[in-house]
Nanobody, 123 residues
Framework: EVQLQASGGGLVQAGGSLRLSCAVS????????IGWFRQAPGKEREWVSC????????VNADSVKGRFTLSRDNAMNTAYLQMNSLKPEDTAIYYC????????????????WGQGTQVTVSS
């Protein structure tokens, strides 16, 4: 069984930071790139960030560029999204997903999805 478990969400004031984790099991972790997505109330799901199957290639959406940083620990089968300088418009449920291959997939066509974790940023 393939599982992606997102965690680390919570309540934070504007300007604060959170670190999200995505723990993966059931697949060969370093064969997969990891994407992060979010969905805010009343809005469609959007792509946020992606990291390749190692930690040398990362891509961020313009809305989070310069504030969010990706990393992964292949030995621990875990990917991370460090979120700094958070804004109220970052409030959303954040999802991690895995896609087979070395590079990032900037779409919703990922192979496996996690359950999401809530991030709420107060003004």
């Amino acid at each position: 069984e393939v599982q992606l478990q997102a965690s680390g969400g919570g309540l934070v004031q504007a300007g604060g930071s959170l670190r999200l984790s995505c723990a993966v099991s059931g697949i060969t972790f370093d064969d997969y790139a990891i994407g992060w997505f979010r969905q805010a109330p009343g809005k469609e799901r959007e792509w946020v960030s992606c990291i390749g199957n190692d930690d040398t290639n990362t891509v961020n959406a313009d809305s989070v560029k310069g504030r969010f940083t990706l990393s992964r620990d292949n030995a621990m089968n875990t990917a991370y999204l460090q979120m700094n300088s958070l804004k109220p418009e970052d409030t959303a449920i954040y999802y991690c997903a895995a896609t087979l291959g070395r590079g990032c997939l900037l779409s919703f066509n990922y192979d496996y999805w996690g359950q999401g974790t809530q991030v709420t940023v107060s003004s």
